[in-house]
């Protein structure tokens, strides 16, 4: 049981990272990791409606779609449920805390076509996946690994996004070619990063 | 027909989603390990992307403009979920080799954006080719990288062993990174190279006609090709 929460916590944040390995969320990676701040704010967003998507889907999934043998209409679902809560959230944070909204506001409506949300949703009831996170067998997945996954794949897409936003800082200031300026030296600068979590896929 | 040229053109090279706008990346970087893999992910994508672009089109005037968002994602999920079955019944190999990006094609924000820029506004047939000219754009640029990825990764091409010689960083994740970075920065040298001996050459047509405004030797130029 412990075990298996560890390997579930180091699978989501290091060896199967959302960004640098699973290749998952790599439009606000690119796109919002200008500065540190941003970083943190989207990391937190996303992290956040994660878990409470994952909250809905999971069992949704197992509990109505399973038991009614309509499986095959779990995109239309799922991506219904997560746009439904991102707008939810967006309202809620809006009227508990202006300032909050101010600094997470622009990036809620951006996290409904996030690629990673509607990954951990389809990741989780997957039955190719058990053996990543360390699970003998897929009926061992539960809620509660379901949620911890969640929670921690979205720390871990933090991870990358405050490392990515940190360096890109420090690229603005050096002089490269004009061909490379943008995207490409972001690219080349992930695949370093990248290089550096490969590490954690050996263990 | 000019019109649906330049569409095509569009959509194909000067607007090309992935090395361009740097759009749909998470399954550009996934599924170029092998060349069939990106042949396979850019084709999928066109169909969806032909398929919700017709139908939103043909349903521009209905669909009210406060609640398009939800209603293009519910037409994008439908089509991605007949996709997913067709695969699963007639192509099970890419159906698995594609795993979980075969559902997030969903979030693929290259469908979303040409739903919302063009197809939300122009007739069947522009959009059509519109979703046929991005799409097979989608897919040049994926087996370009999955070409390149295979070749030096795993010294196949397209599934048949060329050389022993391996490079296992490009077919690691790293190597996704790093490939796609070169080939937008040698996409943007070429582009930048081309608009700039258009521009030079659309100079050189003003400036000629101004010293000598009879024969106009542009316009012939123009007729002769």
Known sequence: MLGTIITIIVAALFSQNFILVKFLGICPFLGVSKKTSSSVSMGIAVTLVMVLATLVTYPLYEYILVPLKIEYLEIIFFIFIIAALVQMLEKIIEKLSPSLYQTMGIYLPLITTNCAILGVAELVIGSGFYADIGLAAAADMNLWFALLYALFAGLGFTLAMVLMGGMRERIEKLPIAKCMKGFPITMVAACFMAMAFYVFTLI | ?225
């Open chain 2, 1 to 225: 027909m000019n019109k649906y040229v330049k569409t095509a053109v569009d959509g194909l090279i000067t607007n090309n989603a992935t090395f361009k706008l740097v759009l749909g990346t998470c399954a550009t970087l996934a599924l170029t390990t092998s060349a069939i893999n990106g042949v396979g992910m850019g084709l999928s994508v066109t169909a969806v992307l032909l398929l919700s672009n017709v139908v939103i089109s043909l349903l521009r005037k209905v669909i009210p403009n406060t609640v398009r968002i939800p209603a293009f994602i519910v037409i994008i999920a439908t089509m991605v979920t007949i996709l997913r079955m067709a695969l699963d019944k007639f192509l099970p190999d890419l159906y698995d080799s594609m795993g979980v990006f075969l559902p997030l094609i969903v979030v693929n924000c290259i469908i979303l954006g040409r739903a919302e820029a063009f197809a939300s506004k122009q007739p069947v047939l522009d959009s059509a080719i519109d979703g046929v000219a991005t799409g097979l754009g989608f897919t040049a640029a994926l087996t370009i990288m999955g070409v390149i990825r295979e070749l030096l990764g795993s010294g196949s091409f397209f599934g048949i062993q060329l050389w022993d010689f391996k490079i296992g960083f490009f077919t690691s994740s790293a190597g996704a990174f790093f490939v796609y970075g070169m080939c937008i920065a040698l996409f943007t040298l070429i582009s930048n190279r081309v608009e700039y001996a258009h521009r030079a050459r659309k100079a050189r047509e003003l400036r000629v006609p101004a010293e000598g405004p009879l024969d106009a030797p542009g316009i012939s130029a123009k007729e002769e090709a």
